[in-house]
Nanobody
Framework: VQLVESGGGLVQPGGSLRLSCAAS????????MNWYRQAPGKERELVAT????????TYVDSVKGRFIISRDNAKNTVYLQMNSLKPEDTAVYYC?????????WGQGTQVTVSS
């Protein structure tokens, strides 16, 4: 299993970024996919989840209405569209999936929101 994130960077408050996570080595289309983030000095938190079939989505309250998680099963890729970014969104963002009993993580991509 391999998860490779891309798309992070430096953006001004109010700006947008789209993160991508390319997955390989497993049947991507039958697993839920998640985005987590970890800010300096804080615990890693679950930001958004998308279901396998049907694509049901859930979000942490702090990003509702601003972030959109989506997936393209033909490309084995999950996305996180981040709009109206705030300085408190600054963190390393990780792609994640669970094939019980193991958790799989990408290497992370840094998102910095600053003027």
């Amino acid at each position: 299993v391999q998860l490779v994130e891309s798309g992070g960077g430096l953006v001004q408050p109010g700006g947008s970024l789209r993160l991508s996570c390319a997955a390989s080595g497993f049947a991507f289309n039958i697993y839920n996919m998640n985005w987590y983030r970890q800010a300096p000095g804080k615990e890693r938190e679950l930001v958004a989840t998308i279901g396998s079939i049907g694509g049901t989505t859930t979000y942490v309250d702090s990003v509702k209405g601003r972030f959109i998680i989506s997936r393209d099963n033909a490309k084995n890729t999950v996305y996180l569209q981040m709009n109206s970014l705030k300085p408190e969104d600054t963190a390393v963002y990780y792609c994640h999936t669970r094939r019980s009993p193991r958790d799989y993580w990408g290497q992370g991509t840094q998102v910095t929101v600053s003027s």
